[in-house]
């Protein structure tokens, strides 16, 4: 199966900042979905992602989220002003097979810290 | 509201067998995933049950009854390499995937 692949792994910013975590490089599917899971909790899922459009999104996902596919292989979510209740795990997945809405598999995630 | 529930943690013996419940109340329903957590890792698939009945795959087993709202992820011949959280989680009618809290399954020789 090819990977889901995350960078970076580990990403400190201060508050306020902006950061961007991708998930590369993905082809020859069509459903992505980000979540989160802070330290100790649930994971939650945020948002997904369709043929390059927002399909379901999350009360998490506020405007200070945001994801595009840019260059039609690397996959994005923005935070535009971090809070410190923004550091988690973010975890990148996708279906295992391309057009199917079941049966994920997940990135090794990005552990974000906010300060 | 959508609801999952499991026990918070578990112990059990090497080469023993034990079984984790889930229960679950959502909007929908499109099937239910297991995922074995290990600690500071990504969850990573087990098995999916949209059918009632038992999936055996290997030494991991899962039973769903849709009726009752329940699940049971089987777990045989409990290696130490076992110890990880499991998560439940459900597809609801808009494709979300609604996660359990999981449950800590520790192993002990």
């Known amino acids: 199966e090819p990977e889901v692949t995350q960078t970076p792994s580990h990403q400190v910013t201060q508050m306020g900042q902006e950061v961007i975590l991708r998930c590369v490089p993905i082809?020859?599917?069509?459903?992505f979905y980000w979540y989160r899971q802070i330290l100790g909790q649930k994971v939650e899922f945020l948002v997904s992602f369709y043929n390059n459009e927002i399909s379901e999104k999350s009360e998490i996902f506020d405007d200070q989220f945001s994801v595009e596919r840019p260059d039609g292989s690397n996959f994005t979510l923005k935070i535009r002003s971090t809070k410190l209740e923004d550091s988690a795990m973010y975890f990148c997945?996708?279906?295992?097979?391309?057009?199917?809405?079941?049966?994920?598999?997940f990135g090794p995630g990005t552990r974000l810290t906010v300060l | 509201g959508q609801n999952i529930d499991q026990p918070t943690e578990m112990t059990a013996t090497e080469g023993a067998i034990v079984q984790i419940n889930c229960t679950y109340q959502t909007s929908g329903f499109n099937g239910l995933f297991w995922y074995q957590q290990h600690a500071g890792e990504a969850p990573t698939f087990l098995s999916y049950n949209v059918l009632d009945g038992l999936e055996e795959k290997g030494r991991f087993s899962s039973f769903l009854s849709r009726s009752k709202g329940y699940s049971y992820l089987l777990l045989k011949e409990l290696q130490m390499k076992d110890s990880a959280s499991y998560l439940c989680a459900v597809l609801d009618s808009n494709y979300q995937l609604i996660w359990g809290a999981g449950t800590k399954l520790i192993i002990k020789p």
């Open positions: 997945a996708r279906n295992r097979l391309a057009g199917e809405n079941y049966e994920q598999f």
């Open positions: 082809s020859n599917h069509l459903y």
